[in-house]
């Protein structure tokens, strides 16, 4: 008798969707107090950080407010550009532990949708 085999993608498909999404999305939290905190500390210089200012400090540099509203910039989007260098930043080394509280402050700035 020939043994049933489960393509082993299929069975991680399987167990992922056992996976209830709060837990699925718990590891991506951060400390949004923490993350407001380094955003008026290392971004403010540049950016518009607290929460409604969505008018720009400088010329193509986007508030907090409008990064949160804008669909394309989701934690992974975030999380790449915050480890890759840019021509008009400084070159920030943030712990992984900050890249997830700055992430999670400007997600919280996100504007319910209506």
Not at 21 to 29: E, I, Q, S
Not at 40 to 49: F, G, K, Y
Not at 71 to 91: G, I, Q, W
């Amino acid at each position: 008798m020939k043994a049933f085999a489960i393509p082993v993608p299929a069975i991680a498909i399987w167990v992922l969707a056992l996976i209830p999404p709060t837990a699925a999305g718990a590891r991506d939290l951060g400390d949004v107090g923490m993350g407001h905190d380094l955003a008026q500390r290392l971004c403010a210089t540049c950016h518009r950080v607290e929460r409604g200012e969505t008018d720009e400090k400088f010329l193509d540099v986007a508030s907090f407010q409008t990064i949160a509203d804008s669909p394309s910039k989701t934690a992974l989007n975030l999380r790449v550009f915050l480890k890759s260098p840019h021509r008009n930043m400084p070159d920030l080394i943030l712990t992984e532990t900050e890249i997830d509280a700055v992430i999670a402050y400007i997600q919280s700035l996100k504007t319910p949708s209506k």
